[in-house]
T-cell receptor, first 113, second 111 residues
Framework: GDSVTQMEGPVTLSEEAFLTINCTYT??????LFWYVQYPGEGLQLLLK?????DKGSNKGFEATYRKETTSFHLEKGSVQVSDSAVYFC????????????FGKGTKLTVNP | DAGITQSPRYKITETGRQVTLMCHQT?????MFWYRQDLGHGLRLIYY???????DKGEVPDGYVVSRSKTENFPLTLESATRSQTSVYFC??????????FGQGTRLTVV
């Protein structure tokens, strides 16, 4: 079945550092790809998405590009802030009318001042 | 309030008891989902529903029951709770062909 693999961390960075969280996927079709963020004690919120190859999703300074040739959707941010501390989940939607999401295991990011 | 709400937010129950987690959405989204979040596993799909009266199993359905008699509600029942069902449970909804929207979660402890 479809699967998502992401670096599990935890990742600890200083404020203004560059962030990369790697995500690769396995899928039989052409999935949509998502990054969700979970702040402490809260549910998941969509951070960004891409629905087809070469699409770039972006939001709040975060970016990720849907790379079909490498089956990847790596999350990047040029300068992280303390407020970015959270758990980040990469996910794919299998499509086919079910809208089910398959998640990676999550990456906990801590940004220190 | 508009959105997706879960209740209760926290629940402690004893092994063997039946417990129901509630999920309500105000958008009339067609799709609804239940996930559990466990350390080292990320989120795993328990059950989902494509419309009222249509439900299907996800990755980890054993020990759980769902129903969806109305579009806006999707309760999850643990028929006889076990310690392995201690987890954080998330409900989500999706109108179709876009992203899912998640509730705040229910932290369930089975003692």
């Amino acid at each position: 079945g479809d699967s998502v693999t992401q670096m599990e961390g935890p990742v600890t960075l200083s404020e203004e550092a560059f962030l990369t969280i790697n995500c690769t996927y396995t899928a039989t079709g052409y999935p949509s790809l998502f990054w969700y963020v979970q702040y402490p004690g809260e549910g998941l919120q969509l951070l960004l998405k891409a629905t087809k190859a070469d699409d770039k999703g972006s939001n709040k300074g975060f970016e990720a590009t849907y790379r079909k040739e490498t089956t990847s959707f790596h999350l990047e941010k040029g300068s992280v802030q303390v407020s970015d501390s959270a758990v980040y989940f990469c996910a794919l939607s299998e499509g086919g009318g079910s809208e089910k999401l398959v998640f990676g295991k999550g990456t906990k990011l801590t940004v220190n001042p | 309030d508009a959105g997706i709400t879960q209740s209760p937010r926290y629940k402690i129950t004893e092994t063997g008891r039946q417990v129901t987690l509630m999920c309500h959405q105000t958008w009339s989204h067609s799709y609804m989902f239940w996930y559990r979040q466990d350390l080292g596993h990320g989120l795993r799909l328990i059950y989902y529903s494509a419309a009222a009266d249509i439900t299907d199993k996800g990755e980890v359905p054993d020990g759980y029951v769902v129903s969806r008699s109305k579009t806006e509600n999707f309760p999850l029942t643990l028929e006889s709770a076990t310690r392995s069902q201690t987890s954080v449970y998330f409900c989500a909804s999706n109108p179709g062909h876009t992203e899912a929207f998640f509730g705040q979660g229910t932290r369930l402890t089975v003692v």
